[in-house]
């Protein structure tokens, strides 16, 4: 597995993982007509801005082949005053290669 900084032609991949890994982990919790809504292309469009947004840190995790099967996003709070310190906003994965190393 590879951690590496997102790029911009990242943001598909990051929105299948987005997307597939709300359908298996919020069933259940979230009402399955709001789970069968989500969009890849408006997760992409998300992720295109988020990767472009000064500040926000966005990193992926790709298997051996070079496919992205997780991400993780970020930054500095306005308000913080804390130095190198910021928030981990979101961290998914996908489910069969969560615990792996």
Known sequence: MIIREAKMSDAKGIAKVHVDCWKTTYRNIIPTEYLEKLSYEQRTELWIRNIS?????????????GEIIGFTDGGKR???????S????????????????
């Open 53 to 65: 947004t000064v500040g926000n840190y966005v990193y992926v995790a790709e298997n051996d082949d």
């Open 86 to 101: 910021g928030d981990l906003t979101s961290i998914y994965i996908f489910e069969h290669f969560q615990g792996q190393v």
């Open 78 to 84: 306005e308000k913080n005053d804390v130095e190198k």
